[in-house]
């Protein structure tokens, strides 16, 4: 585990992150849950990436006038001990539910997909310690895991090619006959898809060099968006409007488009090779909460058994007996909006820091 702010993350590592811990899961549903707009939906990736880069910019500004400190200090330093806790207990709160939301989604689905005869108690526990082992590398091991995972999917989407091959190009022309509404909607429903760069906040200490930082969180943002464009625009010319609707997972639907004569279900290949990507998620998340029970619990000191604790309540969330409705709000429901405050929370901390920087020079004005 991370001991001090020792610089240890290069520019591949800052670039993965970004990339990995965004693409999670959010790749096997976004062509339904961004088909309100139609077959103009391969545009919608686009304007997200545009909005995630936008609001990069006050996050790597807030990094940089605290460069040696994660957000959990940062707002201790900016809100006072009391308000800054308080905070960092729900930024905890926030990556628990994280955690649990991305492993229950790929643990439902390996379950119906790839191992139905196997409920979902065997598979979460080999998938949580797995996780736990990358996690007490520290944020480097998560960051090399995120690269490996990278190089052994993304060959993946090669096999979109079959969609493109038998599907209809026409209905990838862009008519933006959808109302101004539909749009607004349909860029709310994709927004979880894009989250994830923002742990930057946390890990912003670690990074080697830091003034090129947004360059190259923004490289890993694009490559997610020249993914979900890939995938969305396959979808689009080869599904009709009425599956975009309902299908629920349309990647594992373009798979089954793939004709090859040494494998017969590519559709079980490939989401088991998606473990690796859902991985990469759930580990960096995991990360964040053991920081945060740092912060908490023993004033930034690494403790590795908050790990464990971390891991227990976020697998017990999804496993053990919470009601259904309850689930249903803490994993599908609010994480949007978790994402959302926590994606304007840097604007917040910058206004409060030059409020207070502004008061500091005119008392030393005036004295």
């Given at each position: 585990?991370?001991?001090?702010?020792?610089?240890?993350?290069?520019?591949?590592?800052?670039?993965?992150?970004?990339?990995?811990?965004?693409?999670?899961?959010?790749?096997?549903?976004?062509?339904?849950?961004?088909?309100?707009?139609?077959?103009?939906?391969?545009?919608?990736?686009?304007?997200?990436?545009?909005?995630?880069?936008?609001?990069?910019?006050?996050?790597?500004?807030?990094?940089?006038?605290?460069?040696?400190?994660?957000?959990?200090?940062?707002?201790?330093?900016?809100?006072?001990?009391?308000?800054?806790?308080?905070?960092?207990?729900?930024?905890?709160?926030?990556?628990?539910?994280?955690?649990?939301?991305?492993?229950?989604?790929?643990?439902?689905?390996?379950?119906?997909?790839?191992l139905p005869h196997f409920t979902m108690l065997e598979t979460?526990?080999?998938?949580?310690?797995?996780?736990?082992?990358?996690?007490?590398?520290?944020?480097?091991?998560?960051?090399?895991?995120?690269?490996?995972?990278?190089?052994?999917?993304?060959?993946?989407?090669?096999?979109?090619?079959?969609?493109?091959?038998?599907?209809?190009?026409?209905?990838?022309?862009?008519?933006?006959?959808?109302?101004?509404?539909?749009?607004?909607?349909?860029?709310?429903?994709?927004?979880?898809?894009?989250?994830?760069?923002?742990?930057?906040?946390?890990?912003?200490?670690?990074?080697?060099?830091?003034?090129?930082?947004?360059?190259?969180?923004?490289?890993?943002?694009?490559?997610?968006?020249?993914?979900?464009?890939?995938?969305?625009?396959?979808?689009?010319?080869?599904?009709?409007?009425?599956?975009?609707?309902?299908?629920?997972?349309?990647?594992?639907?373009?798979?089954?488009?793939?004709?090859?004569?040494?494998?017969?279900?590519?559709?079980?290949?490939?989401?088991?090779?998606?473990?690796?990507?859902?991985?990469?998620?759930?580990?960096?998340?995991?990360?964040?909460?053991?920081?945060?029970?740092?912060?908490?619990?023993?004033?930034?000191?690494?403790?590795?058994?908050?790990?464990?604790?971390?891991?227990?309540?976020?697998?017990?969330?999804?496993?053990?007996?919470?009601?259904?409705?309850?689930?249903?709000?803490?994993?599908?429901?609010?994480?949007?909006?978790?994402?959302?405050?926590?994606?304007?929370?840097?604007?917040?901390?910058?206004?409060?820091?030059?409020?207070?920087?502004?008061?500091?020079?005119?008392?030393?004005?005036?004295?």
């Amino acid at each position: 585990m991370d001991r001090g702010n020792f610089k240890k993350l290069n520019k591949y590592h800052v670039i993965f992150l970004a990339q990995n811990i965004m693409i999670g899961i959010g790749l096997f549903t976004l062509p339904t849950d961004i088909s309100k707009v139609g077959y103009n939906q391969w545009l919608v990736p686009i304007f997200l990436g545009i909005l995630a880069n936008l609001s990069l910019i006050p996050i790597i500004f807030l990094c940089q006038k605290y460069p040696n400190d994660t957000l959990f200090k940062m707002n201790e330093n900016i809100l006072g001990s009391f308000i800054g806790k308080g905070l960092n207990t729900l930024l905890l709160i926030y990556a628990v539910v994280q955690i649990s939301s991305v492993s229950e989604t790929y643990l439902k689905l390996v379950q119906t997909i790839t191992l139905p005869h196997f409920t979902m108690l065997e598979t979460s526990i080999v998938f949580f310690i797995v996780m736990i082992n990358i996690v007490l590398g520290g944020i480097k091991s998560i960051a090399r895991f995120c690269m490996f995972a990278f190089f052994f999917t993304s060959w993946l989407v090669y096999y979109t090619r079959w969609a493109f091959q038998g599907g209809n190009w026409l209905h990838a022309v862009p008519t933006f006959e959808v109302p101004l509404q539909d749009w607004l909607i349909t860029l709310h429903s994709g927004a979880i898809s894009m989250f994830g760069y923002g742990l930057i906040l946390f890990y912003y200490p670690y990074i080697k060099d830091q003034r090129k930082a947004f360059l190259h969180t923004s490289i890993g943002i694009w490559i997610v968006v020249l993914f979900y464009v890939i995938v969305t625009l396959a979808s689009v010319v080869y599904f009709s409007q009425w599956q975009l609707d309902h299908l629920k997972y349309p990647v594992l639907n373009l798979f089954q488009a793939v004709q090859l004569a040494f494998v017969e279900r590519i559709e079980n290949f490939g989401t088991t090779l998606w473990v690796f990507l859902v991985l990469s998620t759930a580990s960096a998340y995991a990360w964040v909460a053991k920081k945060g029970m740092d912060a908490l619990l023993t004033k930034h000191k690494n403790r590795n058994r908050h790990l464990y604790f971390v891991a227990i309540v976020s697998w017990f969330l999804f496993i053990g007996p919470v009601p259904y409705q309850v689930q249903v709000l803490l994993l599908d429901k609010w994480p949007v909006y978790y994402g959302y405050v926590f994606l304007s929370l840097p604007l917040i901390l910058l206004l409060i820091h030059s409020i207070r920087e502004r008061r500091k020079n005119g008392y030393e004005r005036q004295a």
